[in-house]
């Protein structure tokens, strides 16, 4: 049998001073443990870091495959302090998960002698992404039980990270019904698919479009296209009802629309002082701002204009690691700051700040497919143009089909709250142009309102099929394939391979 000891300054809500602890174990519970535990399957020891990812503390991990003909052989099995556990005692978990997805992580106790789900919970709390303490589940014990399993509910769907037990005894504490929660979370969809609810309790009601509650006995079909399918339903258990949870889905058909993939990528993020270049040190220098917990360098503008309104002099940066890529600025706004380096992407403050790529890089080829990968600043949608000068040499990206234009644009840049980059490219839109066919450099000005900038792709070649068994990296083309979204991921899938809208494959 294995013991852990922890200390911890607070005492699980359900339990008060006048309830006999029969077990306990872990952070946010006790500073001593009561009883034993030990761990089957692949259940190990761990840590988790709490409060969107800043506060570590222990915990056991319920890892992911763990059934085997629907009975739980990764758990934890609990041992009283003293004889067995009896009727009537609280069963008391403390769980959450950490992951970039918002999967459905749930945990339930479990009878060792029938091998039956006793207790499902409702989902956990992602706390790499939400805020606050863990989820806390109680389950009240039917009947005498001389151990306690605890492990992944039936409809896990991700590793559980429990945080704390216990076990109470000597006192009655009601359990209240949680919120149901959806298999499927809202969003837009290109396929009909079944969504199922669960709650701690099989006593769930749900609505449909605003429909009569009617009670909950199997997954609700999804399968009316253009239409928003809305789906209520709440729970109830010892005559209390829970919060109503509702969720919206819209069913639209998908036409195969154009994939690119870059014969060169030059990313614009985590650049470092070391890397950057300054051609006229008179007119800008670098310095650095504090951005979150890290400091950043950024470049700062120091000509201001002269007297007669008129810019004094032109800023010109590039890089020593990325040959052929400059920007230049001239300083109409007297802006400090005008360039920030962040780990995801290069921020711009400001507007007329223009990319230029030179001829002579090799990154640009007459005909060549363009691609930034950008979003908004902040609020303002920045405007990048080609066409202030007589002598553009981009032409704006038309696609093929009408549908094609919502995941492209050659104006405005749709603004993303969060503003980060995920694997999916969420949030961030593809600028795309095409280099005219005399043409080997580009230039494109933004002229209003600031921008991030993840990174440009060059030379994606339209109409062209791939040759699958290539490393992707260097495999340039257009090809039509089928869009799905898998965990909530829009995706592109080619026969049994998958890929982002970017054209990186997505290792499974």
Not at 254 to 280: H, K
Not at 284 to 301: H, K, M, N, Q, R
Request: net charge negative; glycine share 8%.
């Amino acid at each position: 049998m294995k013991k852990i000891f922890l200390f911890a300054a607070a005492v699980m809500t359900a339990a008060t001073m006048s309830a006999e602890t029969v077990y306990q174990w872990g952070a946010g519970i006790s500073a001593d443990q009561v009883g034993t535990q030990t761990y089957a399957g692949s259940t190990v020891d761990g840590s988790v870091k709490i409060h969107k990812n800043k506060d570590g503390v222990n915990c056991i991990n319920l890892k992911n495959s763990y059934l085997s003909d629907k009975v739980a052989t990764n758990y934890i099995e609990l041992n009283a302090n003293e004889g067995s556990f009896l009727a009537n005692d609280v069963v008391i978990v403390r769980y959450c998960y950490n992951n970039k997805d918002s999967k459905v992580a749930t945990v339930a106790v479990w009878d060792p002698v029938s091998l039956e789900e006793l207790g499902l919970s409702g989902n956990g709390k992602n706390v790499q992404l939400e805020d606050g303490e863990p989820t806390e589940y109680t389950y009240t014990l039917k009947s005498d039980m001389e151990k306690i399993h605890i492990a992944r509910g039936s409809n896990g769907k991700t590793t559980v990270c429990i945080t704390g037990l216990q076990v109470v005894r000597g006192e009655v504490v009601v359990e209240k019904p949680i919120a149901p929660s959806f298999s499927v979370a809202s969003g837009k969809y290109f396929e009909p698919f079944n969504v199922g609810i669960s709650s701690n309790t099989k006593d769930i009601f749900f609505s449909l479009n605003g429909g009569e509650f009617q009670a909950y006995t199997d997954s609700i079909e999804v399968k009316e296209y253009d239409k928003t399918t809305t789906i209520a339903a709440y729970a109830e258990l010892n005559d209390m009802r829970s919060d109503t949870t509702t969720v919206e889905y819209l069913l639209k058909e998908f036409v195969p629309r154009t994939v690119f993939n870059a014969r060169q990528t030059v990313s614009l993020a985590g650049i470092e002082e070391s890397d950057i270049q300054i051609l006229d040190q008179s007119v800008a220098e670098i310095s650095s701002v504090t951005a979150g917990d890290v400091t950043i360098p950024a470049i700062s503008y120091k000509t201001k204009k002269a007297a007669d309104g008129k810019e004094d002099s032109t800023m010109c940066i590039s890089f020593a690691s990325k040959p052929g890529i400059k920007f230049i600025y001239k300083n109409k706004d007297n802006k400090d700051n005008i360039l920030r380096f962040y780990p995801e992407y290069l921020e711009t403050e400001g507007s007329n700040f223009e990319i230029q790529v030179d001829s002579l890089s090799g990154l640009v080829k007459p005909g060549d497919t363009i691609v930034f990968v950008v979003t908004a600043k902040g609020s303002t949608l920045p405007y990048f143009s080609n066409t202030y000068s007589s002598s553009a040499n981009i032409l704006p990206y038309e696609p093929e089909d009408e549908s094609d234009f919502a995941n492209y644009t050659t104006g405005d840049v749709e603004t993303n709250e969060y503003a980060r980059i995920d694997n999916d490219y969420s949030g961030w839109t593809n600028l795309v142009y095409i280099v005219k066919p005399t043409k080997k450099s580009i230039k494109i000005k933004e002229t209003k309102g600031g921008y991030r900038l993840a990174m440009i792709q060059f030379g994606a070649y339209r109409g062209e099929e791939p040759d699958w068994h290539q490393d992707i990296e260097n495999v340039n083309y257009q090809v039509k394939a089928v869009k799905r979204v898998v965990d909530g991921q829009v995706v592109i899938m080619k026969g049994d391979r998958m890929f982002n809208v970017l054209g990186a494959e997505i290792k499974k």
